[in-house]
């Protein structure tokens, strides 16, 4: 089994770890799809550029390949990948019918779940980008 997961990974931390946990226990492959920077419109762009985030994620142990994304057409990776398993991010803001109708549309066979959330395991443990980027901020700067 192959199973893709995919975001941004601007600045790692245990959240993304649990994420990649999963999808590596869900099959014998883990491939990432690293957001293109011109992608993420949602939120604040990544601090790093995109192959330094590749790079890093590329570098987990439970990381099989991490691949950088399309810039236009975001399942130009997933044909490529071939995956049995897209695992989203347990808050990611893709909807799962609507990437099963796209996958159909495409004549890709592959199913669709979404990850679990990580509990905390001690005080102070911090689960997002934006909240380290707002720590060194508001202690650094
Ligand atoms: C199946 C799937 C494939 C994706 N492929 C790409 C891609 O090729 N290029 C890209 O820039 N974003 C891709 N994305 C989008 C990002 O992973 C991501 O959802 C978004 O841009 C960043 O927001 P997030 O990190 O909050 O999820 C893909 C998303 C999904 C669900
Ligand atoms: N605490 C967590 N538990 C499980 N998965 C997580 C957790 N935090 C993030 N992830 C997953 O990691 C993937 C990538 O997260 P991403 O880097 O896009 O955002 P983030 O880490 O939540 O930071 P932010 O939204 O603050 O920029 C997403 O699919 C997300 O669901």
Do not use: W
């Not at 014998?28 to 957001?35: D, F, G, N, S, T």
Request: aromatic share 4%.
């Amino acid at each position: 089994m192959r199973v893709v997961a995919q975001g941004t990974f601007d600045i790692l931390h245990p959240g993304h770890l649990h994420y990649f946990r999963e999808g590596k226990a869900m099959g014998e492959e883990l491939h990432v799809i690293i957001a293109r920077r011109s992608n993420v419109t949602h939120k604040d762009q990544p601090v790093l550029p995109d192959r330094q985030r590749r790079d890093m994620v590329g570098a987990l142990d439970m990381v099989d390949q991490a691949h950088l994304g399309h810039t236009e057409d975001i399942f130009v990776p997933i044909e490529r990948i071939d995956p049995d398993i897209i695992l989203l991010g347990h808050d990611q803001h893709h909807d799962e019918s609507d990437i099963e109708a796209a996958l159909a549309d495409r004549g890709i066979d592959c199913s669709v779940e979404r990850a679990s959330e990580r509990e905390p395991q001690y005080n102070g443990e911090l689960f997002s980008t934006g909240q380290i980027i707002d720590r060194i901020c508001t202690e650094r700067c």
